[in-house]
C-alpha cells in the first residue's frame, strides 16, 4: 500500500538532493573561475617579481616532490632562445610559449602560462591545471558538504512535519470507524485544512445518498411488508374456504379464487423483484444499442394475447427508419411492457392501443396511447409512486408497474411524461436523452 508520507519524504529529500548538487555544481563553476582568476593574478605578479633578477648563469634548481614550490614552475630564456634558467628539471613542462596568458597541453596534462618579455629576456611562469581544478573542487566540497550532512535531519524534519500536516486525514478515518452502521450524520466541516474539505464534503454527499438509499429500503420493505401481507391472508381465507366447502362445485369454486390470490401474489412479488432488480445497485448490466422500433414490434408480439382476449385493437404506428438508443435492452423491454400491460388493463373492451417510437429535434422517444379513462392531472406525479393504486379503479394491480418504469427511465436518464391522449385516454411518453444515441 502506497503511503503519503513515504512519497512526500522520498520527493522532497530528492529535491533538495538535486537542489544541492546544482548548487554544488555551481559553487564549483564559481569557485574555479575565481581560482582562474586568482591564479593568473599570482602568475602574473611572480612574473613581475622575477624581471629585476638575473639568470645569466643561474643554475637549476631542484625541489623536492611534495614542496609548495612544485605549485609553479619558472623558465626564463635568452635572446638567442637558449633556456637560461629553469626552476623544476623533473617537470614536463611546456616549450616557449606567446606572451600574455595560455593554456598549454604538454600530453602530461594542461598548464596555464604566462609570458613576460623583459629585455633580451623572456620569462615564463606556469601552473598545472589540475591544481586549479583541485583547489576548486575543494572549495565547492567544503560548501555543500554541511548541507549534505543535515540531509538526515532534514529528512526527520520532514516525516514530523508531514505527519503534523497529514493528521486532519486520520481525523476524518477515526471519525468515520467509531460511526455505527446507522450513524450517517454528515461529518463536521468546522476547522478542517481547506485541502481536507473537499473529501469531507465528498464523504458527506456519500453519507446523504446511503442514508436517502436506506430509508428507501426501509420504505420498501415495509410497503412490501404490507402490500403482501393483504393477498396471504386472502390466500389463507379462501385456503379455509376450500376445506369447508361442503360439494364439488363450491370446492371447484374455492380452488379457482385461491388460484386467481396465488396469480396476484406472484405477480406482486414478481414486480417487487423486477423493481429490486432495476434500482441503483441491483448489478451491473451492459449496455448496448437498443433499436426502439425493433423493440415496440417485440413487446406488442408479448401482448397480443392479452389484447385479444379484451378485443382491444393493439398496433404500432409505422415508421420506416431505425432509432437507436444506448440502454440496457431487457430493463426497457419491462419498461414498454409495463406501460403496454396498464394501457391494456385499463382501456375498455373494444378500445384501441397504439405503440410508437421515433425521434424529434430534441429526443428519441417511445409513446403508449390508450382510449381508456386516462388519469387526472392532479394524480400523474402520485402513480409513480410504489404501491399506488387509484381508489376509483377496479383493476388487480400491485401499484408496482409505473414505479418500475419510472426507475428504468432514470437509469437511463430519460423522462417519463403523462398526458391527454389524441385517443382519448392517456399518453405515456418516455423521452431520451440526445448524449444516449448511439
Not at 637560461?84 to 596555464?112: N, V
Not at 437498443?290 to 413487446?299: H, K, M, S
Not at 430493463?331 to 424529434?360: C, F, H, K, Q
Request: net charge neutral.
Amino acid at each position: 500500500m502506497k503511503s503519503i508520507r513515504h512519497q512526500l519524504l522520498l520527493t522532497l529529500l530528492s529535491a533538495i538532493t538535486l537542489t544541492m548538487l546544482l548548487g554544488a555544481l555551481a559553487t564549483y563553476r564559481t569557485a574555479r573561475d575565481e581560482a582562474h582568476e586568482m591564479f593568473d593574478y599570482q602568475l602574473r605578479q611572480l612574473a613581475l617579481s622575477l624581471r629585476d633578477h638575473a639568470f645569466q648563469n643561474a643554475q637549476p634548481r631542484e625541489f623536492g616532490p611534495d614542496h609548495d614550490a612544485q605549485h609553479f614552475s619558472v623558465q626564463i630564456w635568452g635572446a638567442d632562445g637558449t633556456r637560461i634558467y629553469l626552476s623544476h628539471p623533473r617537470q614536463e613542462l611546456p616549450r616557449q610559449t606567446p606572451l600574455g596568458f595560455a593554456t598549454i597541453d604538454t600530453g602530461h596534462g594542461k598548464w596555464r602560462v604566462f609570458g613576460l618579455q623583459f629585455g633580451a629576456q623572456m620569462i615564463q611562469v606556469a601552473q598545472p591545471m589540475q591544481v586549479r581544478e583541485q583547489l576548486a573542487l575543494a572549495a565547492a566540497l567544503r560548501t555543500i558538504l554541511p548541507f549534505l550532512l543535515t540531509l538526515p535531519l532534514l529528512g526527520v524534519l520532514i516525516w514530523i512535519v508531514v505527519g503534523r500536516g497529514l493528521r486532519p486525514l486520520d481525523v476524518v478515518a477515526q471519525a468515520v470507524t467509531v460511526r455505527t452502521a446507522t450513524a450517517l450524520d454528515p461529518l463536521p466541516i468546522r476547522g478542517v485544512p481547506g485541502e481536507v474539505v473537499p473529501l469531507i464534503s465528498a464523504l458527506n454527499d456519500l453519507l446523504a445518498r446511503l442514508s436517502r438509499a436506506l430509508a428507501a429500503q426501509r420504505e420498501f420493505i415495509a410497503d412490501a411488508a404490507h402490500e403482501l401481507r393483504t393477498p396471504l391472508a386472502a390466500l389463507a381465507l379462501q385456503a379455509q374456504l376450500a376445506e369447508r366447502a361442503g360439494d364439488a362445485a363450491a370446492r371447484a369454486e374455492a380452488f379457482g379464487e385461491l388460484k386467481g390470490g396465488l396469480q396476484r401474489a406472484t405477480h406482486t412479488v414478481q414486480q417487487l423483484l423486477t423493481l429490486a432488480r432495476q434500482e441503483p445497485g441491483g448489478g451491473e448490466r451492459q449496455s448496448t444499442s437498443v433499436n426502439l422500433v425493433e423493440l415496440a414490434v417485440r413487446v406488442i408480439a408479448e401482448h397480443l394475447p392479452l389484447a385479444e382476449a379484451r378485443r382491444i385493437d393493439l398496433g404500432a404506428t409505422p415508421t420506416s427508419e431505425a432509432v437507436r438508443v444506448d440502454g440496457d435492452e431487457d430493463a426497457l423491454r419491462i419498461l414498454l411492457g409495463n406501460l403496454v400491460s396498464n394501457a391494456l388493463r385499463y382501456t375498455p373492451i373494444g378500445g384501441r392501443v397504439d405503440v410508437s417510437s421515433g425521434e424529434d429535434a430534441r429526443c428519441a422517444f417511445l409513446e403508449v396511447c390508450d382510449s381508456g379513462p386516462g388519469i387526472p392531472v392532479d394524480e400523474r406525479q402520485r402513480v409513480f409512486d410504489r404501491f399506488y393504486r387509484r381508489a376509483q379503479t377496479d383493476e388487480a394491480g400491485s401499484g408496482l408497474g409505473l414505479a418500475i418504469v419510472r426507475t428504468i427511465a432514470d437509469r437511463h436518464r430519460a423522462c417519463v411524461v403523462l398526458d391527454d391522449a389524441p385517443l382519448g385516454g392517456l399518453r405515456a411518453r418516455v423521452e431520451f436523452s440526445r448524449s444516449l444515441a448511439p
